[in-house]
């Protein structure tokens, strides 16, 4: 939502500055040189990637527009989602093999949609509870399996926001191509009035004004974010391991619940009353 307000505010700026200095939104209207800059940026993407990256693109990108990032009550759903897995994996092992076999199917998974909704985080606390529960893995042994996981995931996300990244700097030069095909056009006009002349020009510097202001305006900041959740999901994600390795040095259920809350960034971190509330109601609902 945020990223929506800031879009209409930076367009609301650049186009009433321009409208107050006197000029007119006619000229700037050139559907043309939108086709030349957006095409060629989608093309580049294509050629840089691949058909999963560019999925995991547009699902990034929308998430920024619905303003879907972690919050405080995801992390609560969290540390009460792993407090029951672990609670019930703590009396008997093989009674949460039906939960991380099938989530999408689990009465505990469904109480929180915070987790059953994040991909990363959903496959990396069943994959790990499955190993703890089929195998008797050291807690060292474990460690590293995870950080092995969340490093893959990371690398992904890295070439992911970079190839973003690349894109956005390729936008004013993508505008400046727009411009050069502007001028050619405009080459074979010399014969047809400065009216004419002026109004082919002025459209060829609208696609470096296009370029430079979707580069500088929309994409570095919107890419940034993207970004940005990329990180907090990771470190969503980095909560969950903190509990699964503390269950898997033999500590209770509220003592990793307690493990992992030490670990949640202070803006979204909850008191130790907050977790024991809710851990005390798991599941009681």
Same mark, same amino acid.
């Given at each position: 939502?945020?990223?929506?307000?800031?879009?209409?505010?930076?367009?609301?700026?650049?186009?009433?500055?321009?409208?107050?200095?006197?000029?007119?939104?006619?000229?700037?209207?050139?559907?043309?040189?939108?086709?030349? %800059?957006?095409? *060629?940026?989608? /093309?580049?993407? @294509?050629?840089? #990637?691949?058909?999963?990256?560019? $999925? =995991?693109? !547009?699902?990034?990108?929308?998430?920024?527009?619905?303003?879907?990032?972690?919050?405080?009550?995801?992390?609560?759903?969290?540390?009460?989602?792993?407090?029951?897995?672990?609670?019930?994996?703590?009396?008997?092992?093989?009674?949460?093999?039906?939960?991380?076999?099938?989530?999408?199917?689990?009465?505990?998974?469904?109480?929180?949609?915070?987790?059953?909704?994040?991909?990363?985080?959903?496959?990396?606390?069943?994959?790990?509870?499955?190993?703890?529960?089929?195998?008797?893995?050291?807690?060292?042994?474990?460690?590293?399996?995870?950080?092995?996981?969340?490093?893959?995931?990371?690398?992904?996300?890295?070439?992911?926001?970079?190839?973003?990244?690349?894109?956005?700097?390729?936008?004013?030069?993508?505008? %400046?191509?727009? *411009?050069?095909? /502007?001028?050619? @056009?405009?080459? #074979?006009?010399?014969?047809?009035? $400065? =009216?004419? !002349?002026?109004?082919?020009?002025?459209?060829?510097?609208?696609?470096?004004?296009?370029?430079?202001?979707?580069?500088?305006?929309?994409?570095?900041?919107?890419?940034?974010?993207?970004?940005?959740?990329?990180?907090?999901?990771?470190?969503?994600?980095?909560?969950?391991?903190?509990?699964?390795?503390?269950?898997?040095?033999?500590?209770?259920?509220?003592?990793?619940?307690?493990?992992?809350?030490?670990?949640?960034?202070?803006?979204?971190?909850?008191?130790?009353?907050?977790?024991?509330?809710?851990?005390?109601?798991?599941?009681?609902?």
């Amino acid at each position: 939502m945020f990223a929506i307000i800031g879009s209409i505010f930076v367009i609301a700026c650049v186009l009433g500055g321009y409208m107050l200095h006197g000029g007119k939104l006619g000229p700037l209207w050139q559907p043309t040189e939108l086709i030349i %800059i957006g095409g *060629a940026a989608i /093309g580049t993407i @294509i050629i840089a #990637g691949s058909p999963h990256m560019f $999925k =995991e693109m !547009i699902h990034a990108v929308l998430g920024v527009l619905k303003g879907s990032g972690i919050s405080k009550q995801a992390y609560m759903e969290l540390l009460s989602c792993l407090f029951e897995l672990i609670k019930m994996a703590s009396a008997n092992p093989i009674s949460i093999e039906p939960h991380v076999e099938n989530p999408e199917q689990s009465e505990i998974f469904k109480r929180y949609p915070a987790v059953l909704n994040n991909h990363h985080a959903i496959d990396f606390i069943c994959d790990t509870l499955k190993v703890q529960i089929a195998s008797s893995l050291s807690p060292y042994d474990l460690e590293d399996l995870m950080n092995g996981d969340l490093d893959s995931v990371h690398a992904e996300e890295h070439h992911l926001v970079s190839t973003l990244n690349r894109v956005s700097d390729a936008m004013p030069g993508l505008g %400046i191509v727009a *411009a050069v095909l /502007g001028v050619v @056009i405009t080459m #074979g006009k010399l014969d047809q009035g $400065k =009216e004419v !002349i002026g109004m082919s020009v002025a459209a060829a510097l609208v696609g470096t004004f296009l370029g430079i202001l979707f580069a500088y305006g929309f994409m570095q900041p919107l890419f940034a974010k993207v970004e940005s959740n990329m990180n907090e999901s990771g470190k969503f994600v980095s909560t969950a391991k903190i509990a699964l390795l503390a269950f898997a040095k033999g500590c209770n259920a509220k003592v990793c619940a307690e493990f992992a809350r030490r670990s949640i960034p202070l803006e979204f971190r909850p008191t130790f009353k907050e977790v024991d509330e809710a851990t005390s109601s798991a599941g009681k609902k």
